[in-house]
């Protein structure tokens, strides 16, 4: 799959596209039966299905505090995207000048010049341009002025219930990883490359593999056993996912230890899945406090995810 950063690098060999536009955040089952369409149709008219999203989120410049949690980051997305035979991902930098861009402009600029759009799918309530004065009857009009089809997403049931991030998140937040894996069609998980840290795990028994959360914030906090993707090989373990409030820690990020485990992880990238929620975060008194909770936590891990 192509990846396109940024309107700038759009080619004239970019030209002539099955698009559809969303923030496909999880890339969950609602997303798939839609992209499968998209993907259907591209292939009839022998054209590249192609997907167009925004970095940051529209919610992320203007209202930072009040956006959702992310479910997924733009490689998350990319990863998902290609598996399920996206031919191009179009990721727009989201920006104070883009935001500001006339509806008309948006269509006519992007969507017609650079793009020549032959196909869009996007959902009925999605709006676009400046003040979010461009909706989908307008997108309609447009079309038919330049000569290209736009329908309309359809919401995809499972068991009644319309499957959504908001879902998802709700699912996270109420700790029912089950229902989430549902909707998502795979284990919620959190993935990164392994940074350093400040080893105080390793002092205690059980050094970790920390991971910064790139994200305005993080859609789970606690304490969870886990399974570990690292390259094609799988490892269970206990991971802490917060700002480590016992050791007066700043930044969110995801520390993890692996059971049975002996090597160096930094700069590896690995896939932490979460099985099952242990606790939540918790400010403790004392650094052995926290050790005794961890060595508790340890073993209950070990006895949901049944290692000996």
């Known amino acids: 799959m192509e990846l396109i950063r940024g309107i700038h690098n759009i080619r004239d060999k970019h030209k002539a596209c099955v698009l559809t536009i969303g923030k496909f955040d999880g890339v969950h089952l609602g997303h798939q039966a839609v992209l499968s369409q998209v993907i259907i149709k591209a292939r009839s008219l022998g054209l590249p ?100 089809d736009v329908v309309s997403t359809q919401s995809f049931k499972v068991e009644d219930d319309r499957i959504s991030s908001t879902a998802i998140r709700e699912a996270l937040n109420h700790d029912d990883f089950d229902l989430a894996q549902q909707m998502l069609a795979r284990p919620f998980s959190i993935a990164g490359k392994v940074l350093h840290g400040d080893k105080k795990g390793r002092t205690i028994g059980f050094p970790t593999a920390n991971v910064l959360l790139k994200r305005c914030k993080a859609p789970v906090n606690g304490v969870f056993a886990v399974k570990v993707q690292i390259a094609d090989k799988f490892y269970m373990g206990v ?67 049944g290692v000996s």
Do not use: W
């Open 49 to 148: 299905a192609t997907v167009m999203v925004f970095e940051p989120q529209p919610e992320e410049l203007f209202t930072p505090e009040q956006a959702p949690a992310r479910l997924s980051l733009l490689r998350d997305k990319y990863i998902q995207l290609k598996r399920l035979g996206v031919d191009r991902l179009l990721v727009v930098n989201f920006n104070c000048t883009f935001a500001n861009l006339s509806a008309h402009h948006f269509v006519e600029e992007l969507l017609v010049n650079k793009l020549n759009v032959q196909y869009l799918v996007v959902g009925d309530d999605f709006r676009f341009g400046k003040d979010r004065t461009g909706d989908f009857a307008l997108l309609k009009q447009e079309g038919e002025q330049y000569q290209f």
């Open 239 to 305: 991971a802490n996912i917060g700002h480590r409030p016992t050791v007066n820690g700043q930044r969110s990020q995801l520390e993890v230890h692996l059971f049975g485990f002996s090597g160096n992880l930094y700069g590896k990238f690995i896939s932490v899945a979460l099985v099952r929620k242990i606790r939540q975060e918790m400010k403790f008194d004392s650094f052995e406090l926290l050790h005794k909770q961890i060595q508790k936590d340890a073993l209950e891990a070990k006895v949901i995810l």
